[in-house]
């Protein structure tokens, strides 16, 4: 008798449990009740307000509350609290691909590539090209891109005419032989101010290293399950400018406040994010007269090579595992239909001025009118599908860090050769690859 109740009583307990299995542990009460972490930008949240104001008026039994990610003390850390404590957003954007890294580690984000529509996605958006180098090591794509800065090189043309230079030098050596002609004539300035190559800072190797190495490699992988897979002669060949801008001093390695704006350099990696400063600051900065933008150099072989490849400054959002299945299902929809609307993109741009992780960006007439008033930039829309995001190596910070310290800053200081310094780098990063 007892027995014939226990059983009874534990039927009764799985029949009760049955449907919050299935749908992932959530109840099915709040699985339209979404939540949305945009940056902590206002213009950001402005637009995701705005599509889920729009979305949720199509589609009254849906409610996405959208809210700024928290940034204390930063926005990865708000997020990693919050999954700690069971309070993680259904959604969220702002994400790179390390950080992206980290949370698929922790087996924290939903693979996207497996939702349903996700070919369809890429697709109506144009993305085919752009949504290559976003796949991780598994073979899968935990994060959708939103945006892409693509970081292209500055030239001050005007400075360059007056040595002699119609259009910018193309690879390494044409840029080492223009600096030295450079000095000839302009004792004082210098090819490149950059004060970060001679500090470890994780993050600015971004915006040197790899934005030279992504150009020399075609965008080769650097790292990929848990193994070093750069390629190594483009990886010294990038340490090699490097040495030979030091060596020739034409590297300015001081602090100095706005070199490039100044003339005291003729050469910068440019975000699109300067502009806003230039119009304010430097109106006397004019596209195709005072200075022009281009991809990375690269090496000498690679002289008469197309689509060259550069690093991304770039950003995509992500679904996280602790929602139930519905509302994962049901924000994925949400995302569908922001992102395969042209004009959601094009609201996007002139809300944010981030240019949308599009292959079609810089030939879609959508975009023209925008484009027209912003002609600085179109060059940024066109190398899109060049840009290479940041690794997705977990423990991204630790690497970038090594990287300075037993590569870029040793190259640049002439204490060892980049041959050595790559060998170094690389006897030094492995055992946290194996961590």
Not at 60 to 86: C, F, H, M, R, Y
Not at 90 to 115: H, K, R, Y
Request: with cysteine; charged share 20%; glycine share 6%.
């Amino acid at each position: 008798m007892k027995l014939t109740k226990l059983l009874w009583g534990s039927l009764l307990l799985l029949i009760v449990c049955l449907p919050l299995a299935a749908c992932g542990g959530g109840s099915t009460g709040d699985a339209k009740n979404l939540t949305f972490w945009s940056a902590a930008n206002p213009p950001q949240q402005a637009f995701w307000t705005e599509m889920a104001k729009e979305y949720m008026a199509q589609h009254p039994d849906i409610k996405i509350s959208v809210k700024a990610i928290p940034e204390n003390p930063t926005s990865e850390a708000s997020i990693q609290a919050a999954l700690a404590g069971g309070t993680a957003p259904t959604a969220s954007e702002n994400i790179f691909t390390g950080f992206g890294g980290q949370l698929q580690s922790s087996q924290a984000i939903v693979p996207l590539d497996q939702m349903p529509g996700w070919n369809d996605v890429i697709k109506a958006r144009h993305m085919e090209k752009t949504i290559a180098s976003w796949k991780f090591g598994d073979g899968h794509t935990y994060i959708l891109p939103m945006y892409t800065n693509a970081m292209l090189f500055g030239w001050r043309m005007d400075i360059l005419k007056q040595i002699g230079y119609n259009e910018p030098p193309r690879t390494y050596s044409q840029v080492i032989s223009m600096g030295q002609k450079l000095k000839q004539k302009f004792p004082d300035k210098f090819v490149w101010a950059r004060d970060a190559l001679v500090k470890d800072t994780w993050y600015e190797r971004w915006f040197d290293f790899f934005s030279i190495y992504d150009a020399a490699s075609n965008g080769q992988n650097f790292i990929s399950g848990g193994k070093v897979t750069a390629n190594e002669q483009a990886a010294v060949n990038s340490l090699s400018f490097l040495r030979d801008l030091s060596q020739n001093k034409l590297l300015l390695t001081q602090t100095q406040t706005d070199a490039f704006e100044t003339g005291l350099s003729v050469m910068d990696i440019i975000g699109p994010w300067r502009f806003a400063t230039w119009q304010q600051k430097y109106p006397n900065l004019k596209l195709n007269d005072t200075y022009v933008l281009t991809p990375p150099p690269v090496p000498d072989a690679m002289a008469n090579s197309q689509d060259i490849k550069t690093f991304a400054d770039a950003k995509g959002l992500v679904i996280y595992k602790q929602a139930s299945s519905e509302q994962q299902n049901a924000i994925w929809e949400f995302v569908k239909w922001v992102l395969s609307d042209p004009q959601h993109d094009l609201q996007w741009l002139q809300t944010t001025s981030l240019p949308s992780a599009r292959d079609d960006l810089s030939t879609n007439a959508t975009f023209k009118p925008f484009f027209d008033k912003n002609p600085e930039l179109v060059k940024y829309a066109e190398n899109i599908p060049n840009a290479v995001p940041p690794i997705t190596a977990s423990k991204y910070t630790d690497i970038q860090v090594s990287l300075g310290d037993q590569a870029v800053i040793p190259v640049v200081k002439g204490d060892a050769t980049p041959q050595q310094a790559w060998n170094s780098w690389k006897t030094a990063v492995q055992p946290m690859l194996n961590q």
